[in-house]
């Protein structure tokens, strides 16, 4: 298996075959050309948004017409023409595309609610408002006049969360279809008195697969922004109004638990969002008592490890314009925006709150001048109490400011970032939370060789403080285990605070089909980000490298493809081995437009150990461990289109091992309506699965006790989309989730550093086994989603959620175990929620 798989990946490296031969011209097609610069013209009149390119205005626009195929080859010539015209008055840019097709009834033209993206035809329109070659916005529109935005920071990274208010209109004639936009100057940031702005347009042609741009854009260099070209002509363009209002109300009849049984009590509440201009180069966004009850709910899990499980932000003020403060690697971890409204960290009864309620949250960004950018996050969220009015989670305030200095158009950047938690403990609470926690980021990168390469660098320090009490239970906890009998730094149960650091840096190739990148990280034991961030990973030297190659030309057998090859290893601060991996991994686009993916992975390759697995034992050696992954897709121009994902694993010297099975098909019943079903199965035996730890803490008589875990998991995730107009949809969520485990051969630590495995581990229990469990739940979300005026909008939201873990423990048995869900007493929540978007 191990040579077949070798095979495999190296003949997809080395492939090499006849070009692919090219699509026959339907219209005359402009030669290649390195224009990049184009004209907006004044316009007397405005021209009617309605997706047809008759207004005088776009007889007179200058045309940007020479555009370059990216995809599936690089720098080739398109299939079909594609023109461009811009034009202006005081407050709205207009951009026309006409994008000529010989086959108008072949184009694909999907509805969807706003922000979905679907397989359809697109016209993409990028602005570079400052001309730094760093930020913009993005907007979308596709044949059937859905509308998509996003916004784009460090150059090469986009946000979807982002959304503008702006109009767009698409038509299908029997030339093609136009698409047409009018951009309010207020949404765009810019200097007074500027003259041009960063600009591109790019088309896909969704049945071939084929994306385009003006100017030519290489998908061989690492960057987005800085390849815009340039957009001239403006003259006395004006932001108009830079406050924006949007005021809501919601009512909400929920189901609460209580000490005598269930109660449906009904809610009302209101809130206010504000965008607020502060001079021309400063953005306010505020939040007053906001509400997210339209938001979908987290996936089922079950989590048997030692860390937190972490999940995606779906708030959209926590989503929005937050790229200035993710700065990549060093500050990734650094602000993790679900901190914000948690669950209370000490709510014990299900009759208790279950999310820290935010009074407010502001929002600062923007730019100083001379390359310098700013941003500022600041959140209260308010004092949560359960029974006997017990405080479970105290009132808390939380800042982030980031200051970023570019120069060098961007190609070179030093910045900072720093975090701030302070909350108000009482007696009780202050027993097992940190008073407060500090954090403070330096970090910087430079582009050279012609921006081929990338060196970064970052360093961080943070202290925490607390009660006696609080910052013992945070050495004793999953992220530091000082109690650990081989731990570098010792327990101190009279400390009040704990600080720790880390430092690392980065070299990367941004350019050509053949990449590579080496990451160096050193984190010290006393490292704790996890009031506002999330960094499970301390005392730990860590060296990553990567290499990759991605075809930019199609061959005989496939269209595109993109192969990597890394390599992690870690270590402790003193020294120990603890974990390495060697991945290889290989996906192509075949010339059906079918794809296929696959992943070879080992772990604890040599001298390895397991640092945590003891939950605050001695770190236990590691065997090898491996496993394989295959993905295939099928063509997403059809309108049934299926995924496969099948993977095996093998570790433990044969005492573990596992395989699972998902995959879901998606189906455009039509236009209009879409649907998807994805069940997936898991079963697994672990052989070094934690129990418990029996004995006193820090004694040497403490008992550290695994077992073999026999675990199976299920799930089928349901999504139903019915769009009635861009601006009108409905959705439907559901999974139903069962996961079962039992338990054999009770094992307690014998010998942790032992070569053999068996010579780790011992007999305990006197052949007592621990009880297995049978987990079952059921989430679901339906949403209808109106957009009465642009940037206004009506939703009606029926949430329900079911849990049961006190039957079966140890079965697993699909029928019974699925019907046993439903009988589970349902969580309901209805939800009607209105907002109405002021621009005065």
Not at 517 to 543: I, K, M, Q, T, W
Not at 560 to 566: E, G
Not at 671 to 680: E, N
Request: positive net charge; proline residues 4%; glycine residues 10%.
């Amino acid at each position: 298996m191990f040579r077949s798989g070798c095979l495999l990946l190296f003949s997809v490296f080395a492939a090499t075959g006849l070009a692919a031969q090219a699509t026959p011209a339907a219209l005359q097609l402009p030669s290649a050309s390195s224009a990049t610069r184009g004209n907006a013209i004044r316009a007397s009149k405005a021209p009617v948004v309605d997706g047809r390119d008759d207004d005088e205005v776009w007889r007179l626009a200058p045309v940007m017409d020479q555009f370059r195929q990216f995809a599936p080859a690089e720098d080739s010539d398109p299939s079909f023409r594609t023109e461009a015209r811009a034009a202006y008055d005081e407050r709205f840019l207009y951009i026309v595309v006409r994008a000529f097709d010989p086959h108008p009834d072949s184009i694909l033209s999907l509805l969807s609610r706003r922000d979905v993206r679907t397989n359809s035809d697109q016209i993409k329109v990028l602005i570079d408002g400052y001309q730094d070659r760093r930020n913009g916005i993005q907007l979308m529109l596709n044949p059937a006049g859905v509308k998509r935005d996003a916004s784009i920071y460090s150059d090469v990274v986009e946000d979807v969360t982002w959304d503008g208010i702006w109009d767009g209109a698409a038509r299908v004639d029997s030339a093609g279809w136009v698409a047409e936009f009018a951009i309010p100057f207020g949404q765009l940031r810019f200097k007074p008195g500027q003259t041009a702005f960063g600009f591109g347009v790019w088309r896909d042609v969704a049945r071939l697969s084929e994306r385009v741009a003006w100017p030519a854009y290489r998908q061989s260099i690492q960057t987005l922004a800085s390849q815009l070209g340039t957009l001239e002509g403006f003259e006395q363009i004006h932001r108009g109004s830079r406050l924006e209002l949007l005021p809501y109300t919601v009512t909400k009849n929920i189901t609460e638990a209580s000490t005598t049984g269930w109660r449906h009590p009904q809610k009302v509440a209101a809130g206010l969002d504000l965008k607020l201009g502060l001079g021309s180069n400063l953005t306010l966004d505020a939040t007053v008592n906001p509400d997210f009850g339209q938001v979908e709910v987290d996936p089922a899990v079950l989590n048997l490890t030692a860390f937190e499980i972490r999940f995606e932000e779906r708030r959209p003020f926590f989503q929005e314009g937050v790229g200035l403060f993710r700065c990549g690697g060093p500050c990734e971890g650094v602000f993790y925006t679900r901190r914000i409204g948690r669950a209370p960290q000490l709510r014990g009864d299900a009759s208790e709150p279950n999310v820290a309620t935010i009074l407010g949250a502001g929002k600062l960004t923007g730019r100083l001048g001379r390359g310098i950018s700013i941003g500022l996050v600041e959140a209260v969220t308010r004092r949560e109490v359960g029974l006997n009015d017990r405080t479970i989670e105290p009132r808390t305030n939380y800042l982030v400011l980031r200051a970023l200095k570019e120069a060098r158009q961007g190609r070179s950047a030093f910045g900072i970032m720093g975090t701030a938690v302070n909350r108000d403990t009482d007696a009780e609470s202050g027993r097992f939370l940190r008073r407060d926690s500090y954090t403070f980021v330096a970090q910087g990168y430079h582009r050279f060789a012609r921006d081929a390469w990338e060196v970064m660098m970052y360093t961080g320090q943070n202290v925490v403080h607390g009660s006696q009490e609080a910052i013992a239970r945070t050495q004793l906890n999953s992220v530091h285990y000082y109690q650990r009998p081989d731990h570098e730094e010792r327990f101190d149960p009279t400390r009040t605070s704990l600080r720790g650091g880390v430092v690392g840096g980065s070299l990367t190739k941004l350019r050509g089909s053949v990449r590579y990148s080496n990451f160096v990280r050193a984190a010290g034991p006393g490292l704790e980000l996890n009031d506002l961030g999330f960094v499970p990973l301390v005392n730990d030297l860590s060296v990553r490298q990567t290499l990759s190659y991605q075809a930019l030309r199609p061959r005989a057998f496939y269209r595109r493809t993109f192969n990597q090859l890394s390599t992690e290893q870690h270590w402790t601060t003193g020294g120990l081995s603890a974990g390495s991996i060697v991945s290889a991994h290989a996906s192509a686009e075949f010339t059906n437009f079918w794809g296929g993916a696959m992943t070879w992975r080992f772990s604890d390759v040599g001298p390895s150990h397991c640092i945590a697995c003891a939950r605050g034992g001695p770190a236990v050696r590691q065997s090898l461990k491996q496993d394989v992954s295959f993905n295939l897709s099928g063509d997403s121009r059809r309108a049934i289109i299926p995924n496969l994902n099948l993977g095996v694993s093998r570790g433990d010297k044969g005492h573990s091992h596992g395989w699972n099975a998902s995959g879901d098909v998606e189906m455009r019943v039509a236009s209009q309506f879409s649907m998807s079903v994805g069940p997936s199965f898991d079963s697994r035996t672990d052989d070094q699965q934690w129990i418990t730890n029996v004995g006193a803490v820090l004694s040497d008589t403490t008992h550290f006790t695994f077992a073999r875990l026999h675990q199976r998991t299920m799930a089928i995730t349901t999504r139903a989309n019915w769009t009635v107009s861009p601006s009108l949809s409905f959705q439907l969520y559901g999974q139903p989730f069962v996961s079962t485990g039992s338990f054999e051969d009770w094992r307690e630590v014998a010998n942790a550093r032992a070569r053999r495995y068996a010579d780790r581990y011992r007999a305990y229990g006197g052949g007592a086994v621990p009880d297995g469990f049978n987990v079952k739940q059921f989430n679901s979300n339906a949403v209808m989603r109106w957009e009465y005026r642009p940037g206004s909008a009506l939703f009606v939201v029926w949430q329900q959620g079911r849990l049961q873990d006190d039957r079966n423990a140890g079965s697993f048995e699909f029928a019974r175990d699925y019907r046993d869900i439903f009988r589970a007493h349902p969580n309901n929540t209805l939800l009607v929620k209105v907002s109405y978007w002021i621009n005065p």
